[in-house]
């Protein structure tokens, strides 16, 4: 038959016994106060010691578990961010078909004294960059 050790009081049991305990630091508080406790300030160096351990021990999980959600909160952020991209990416694309159409209905000569046409390819070209990007 399998035994474990209390890690909080150091009691010997079986697996499927329910053990409830006073954990040793608590236990070396209690009787700190007895002249008989010969000892007791190696074992509460040691518990101590013990404790320092498993609280660098859960310092280090928590820490992995805090950065996990931390780079899972950036990775949220970044799937929001390429979400808006795409959204101005396809308002840039619409806005400049209305302009080359709505810029048909105007003359020659205020599309050549605008421009127009470069401004048109000059959006295209941003958009092409910008999809090349994504």
Known sequence: MSREVC???????????VHTCVPKALQLVATAHLGY??????EAAAELRRLHAENERLHQ???????????RGYELQIEDLKSAVAE???ALKD?????????????????QKWDLHSDINAARA?????????
Do not use: M
Not at 37 to 42: P, T
Not at 61 to 71: A, D, G, P, Y
């Open 61 to 71: 999980i928590n820490q992995s578990h805090e950065t996990k959600l931390s780079v």
């Open 37 to 42: 406790r010969v000892g007791w300030q190696r």
């Open 95 to 111: 806005a400049t078909d209305a302009i080359e159409h709505w810029g048909a209905y105007s003359s020659d000569y205020f599309q």
């Open 7 to 17: 890690n909080r009081c150091g009691k010997v049991t079986r697996p499927d016994d």
């Open 126 to 134: 941003a958009i092409d960059r910008a999809e090349g990007k994504i």
């Open 88 to 90: 101005l990416l396809q």
